[in-house]
T-cell receptor, first 115, second 118 residues
Framework: ETGVTQTPRHLVMGMTNKKSLKCEQH?????MYWYKQSAKKPLELMFV???????ENNSVPSRFSPECPNSSHLFLHLHTLQPEDSALYLC??????????????FGSGTQLSVL | AQTVTQSQPEMSVQEAETVTLSCTYD???????LFWYKQPPSRQMILVIR??????QNATENRFSVNFQKAAKSFSLKISDSQLGDAAMYFC???????????????FGKGTKLSVKP
């Protein structure tokens, strides 16, 4: 257990549904991240938040909408997804965002299936 | 753009034996960080070991060590005395040391699935 908790663990949704993924950390970290892990593709960074402010959006489609109400919580709101969005969505946190050798702490992910 | 290549989709090792996982990368930068992450069936990515490119000494963490060859852009992971709990996906990752890049901006390889036989 690394201190980063993601819910739900599994999610099945239709293309017209709206759902949200939740990530929570109580490590005192200021930065939080969303990653997408698709089958047979490298892990991809989606969004970066630092002190609740979004600092990076790696050309993610608008059907993915992140929200960071405070430094401990991160959400990913999903709407009108496509089957190709089926993947494992991982959340991570770190103390800061400056590129150093600082450690990232990951959650166990939400396995999303879009039907 | 930087790339990370793991040429072994799957590897297998006998318990208590040693196995080496390969990773090569491409970059024009001289200073950067390299990582090996482990993802067991629980799906949680766990940092195994990290290496700063400016350090010539290879990093070690207990049974895990790396062979960092900067000129060859190679960063292999050696697991000694393999245990059943080492069975997992292993990902090699690169991060710039450029302070304009974020902590989380890791470039990952596609991973190597390691099986450990009892």
């Amino acid at each position: 257990e690394t201190g980063v908790t993601q819910t739900p663990r599994h999610l099945v949704m239709g293309m017209t549904n709206k759902k949200s993924l939740k990530c929570e950390q109580h490590l005192g970290h200021n930065a939080m991240y969303w990653y997408k892990q698709s089958a047979k593709k490298p892990l991809e960074l989606m969004f970066v938040y630092n002190f609740k402010e979004q600092t990076e959006n790696n050309s993610v489609p608008s059907r993915f909408s992140p929200e960071c109400p405070n430094s401990s919580h991160l959400f990913l709101h999903l709407h009108t997804l496509q089957p190709e969005d089926s993947a494992l969505y991982l959340c991570a946190s770190s103390l800061g965002t400056v590129a150093t050798n600082e450690k990232l702490f990951f959650g166990s992910g939400t396995q999303l299936s879009v039907l | 753009a930087q790339t990370v290549t793991q040429s072994q989709p799957e590897m297998s090792v006998q318990e208590a034996e040693t196995v080496t996982l390969s990773c090569t990368y491409d970059t024009s930068e001289s200073d950067y960080y390299l990582f090996w992450y482990k993802q067991p069936p629980s799906r949680q990515m766990i940092l195994v070991i990290r290496q700063e490119a400016y350090k010539q000494q290879n990093a070690t963490e207990n049974r895990f060590s790396v062979n960092f060859q900067k000129a060859a852009k190679s960063f292999s992971l050696k697991i000694s005395d393999s245990q059943l709990g080492d069975a997992a996906m292993y990902f090699c990752a690169y991060r710039t040391s450029n302070y304009g890049g974020s902590q989380g901006n890791l470039i990952f390889g596609k991973g190597t699935k390691l099986s450990v036989k009892p």
